[in-house]
């Protein structure tokens, strides 16, 4: 702030935990600050900046849609909203052909438990320790550390939890009375750890088996992150039910829940709700996002680049890289907060993450092998 209202220096709430820069514009994958100092930003706003700042195409499609039709709601079909959806259901796993528009992760976790809820009759949710699914009341209950994260006076519904990528635990508490089995591909907050194909496919099986719906949040790591459109094509996985949001809609606030035909076709009228998902400009973003991916074939350039960022990244304070795609941890032997406070001495941005020996990396899938070299002569330059 550069004037101070009294009592506090801000009219916002101060609930964050803020970095000392200020960016006021962004290029491509640079933030510059007003005094016009550039920084690299491997972190894009928690995951957001898929495509980086102010990408022609997106610019352009938001510019368009604006002032074509700002606003409207479910209450009338839109063309726009259509073409997303059928974009989207192309672009993501096979048999997930329907997509409720919703503005948040949570959101879009919120609603996807809903029709768990709903279609099973049931009332327990098996989770995995460490996963991060949003803040809001159902969401939070199926977040590690929700003791924490929660808020409400009481839970929502039961969750049982089992250890990370512990496929016998995951058979054992997925029982007759589980409505769904949630699982983050690769966990983002907790680190970028990917739970193995194994994993995977044992909560496929189990989750069949046992009458209970499978539930990938790819909010995160979805839309191309892992140099595949979803975590669940990487895997040749196909889930009930599929959440993703963040780079969704390039920065603009965008979820989705994509299901098959067979739960869809349980799902009555007035059971899902919401005034601003699936409004004109999101939808027009959205179509807009996926299209440049495909046409630029960026998912070749994550899993490229992802690979070069793998192998050069271990250096300096650097002992292992975890993760998928553009979705990386870099563990650290000194605190990752000391790595990323070096990082931002060199203007390069990234991430934090539950884990105090792991920086996360999150760049947008338009990184060059310009930015990899800056980051790895950054990380070089520590010496540990
Ligand atoms: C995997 C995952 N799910 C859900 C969420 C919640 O998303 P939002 O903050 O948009 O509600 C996040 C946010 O970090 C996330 O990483």
Same mark, same amino acid.
């Given at each position: 702030m550069t004037e101070a209202n009294e009592p506090g220096a801000s009219a916002l709430l101060d609930v964050f935990d803020q970095l000392a820069l200020r960016p006021v514009r962004g290029e491509g994958a640079t933030l510059f600050t007003a005094s016009g100092e550039r920084y690299l930003d491997f972190y894009g706003g928690h995951a957001v900046a898929l495509l980086g700042y102010g990408h022609p195409a997106l610019v352009a499609a938001l510019d368009r849609q604006a002032r074509t039709l700002f606003f409207q709601s479910n209450v009338v079909p839109l063309d726009v909203r259509e073409r997303a959806a059928a974009s989207l259901v192309r672009f993501g796993p096979p048999g997930l052909t329907r997509a409720f528009f919703v503005n948040s992760g949570a959101e879009a976790n919120e609603n996807a438990l809903r029709i768990a809820f709903a279609a099973s009759g049931r009332a327990r949710v098996v989770a995995v320790e460490g996963a991060f699914h949003g803040r809001t009341a159902a969401a939070g209950a199926v977040t590690a550390g929700h003791e924490r994260w929660y808020g409400f006076p009481s839970q929502p519904f039961a969750v049982s939890w089992v250890p990370f990528d512990d496929a016998a635990a995951l058979a054992a508490a997925v029982t007759g009375d589980v409505a769904a089995v949630i699982v983050e591909p690769v966990q983002g907050v907790a680190g970028a750890r990917a739970l193995s194909r194994g994993f995977l496919a044992a909560a496929r099986e189990t989750a069949t088996a046992a009458g209970a719906l499978l539930v990938f949040d790819e909010v995160q790591c979805g839309m191309g992150r892992t140099g595949h459109p979803f975590a669940a094509q990487a895997h040749g996985i196909l889930p009930d039910l599929l959440t993703t949001a963040k780079g969704l809609a390039g920065g603009f606030p965008a979820g989705a829940v994509l299901v098959g035909e067979g739960l869809a076709a349980g799902i009555r009228k007035g059971a899902l709700g919401t005034t601003f998902g699936g409004g004109p400009l999101a939808m027009a973003l959205v179509e807009a996002v996926i299209a440049t991916i495909e046409r630029d074939g960026l998912l070749e350039r994550v899993r490229r680049l992802s690979a070069r960022l793998q192998r050069e990244c271990v250096t300096g304070p650097v002992t292992a890289v975890q993760g998928m795609g553009f979705l990386l941890g870099l563990r650290t032997a000194p605190p990752a907060k000391e790595v990323l406070a070096r990082l931002r001495e060199r203007r390069i941005l990234a991430g934090g993450s539950a884990d105090a020996h792991v920086v996360r990396l999150l760049p947008? =899938?338009? =990184?060059?092998d310009a930015h990899v070299d800056e980051l790895v002569a950054a990380l070089k330059e520590m010496n540990g």
């Open positions: 947008p =899938l338009i =990184l060059e």
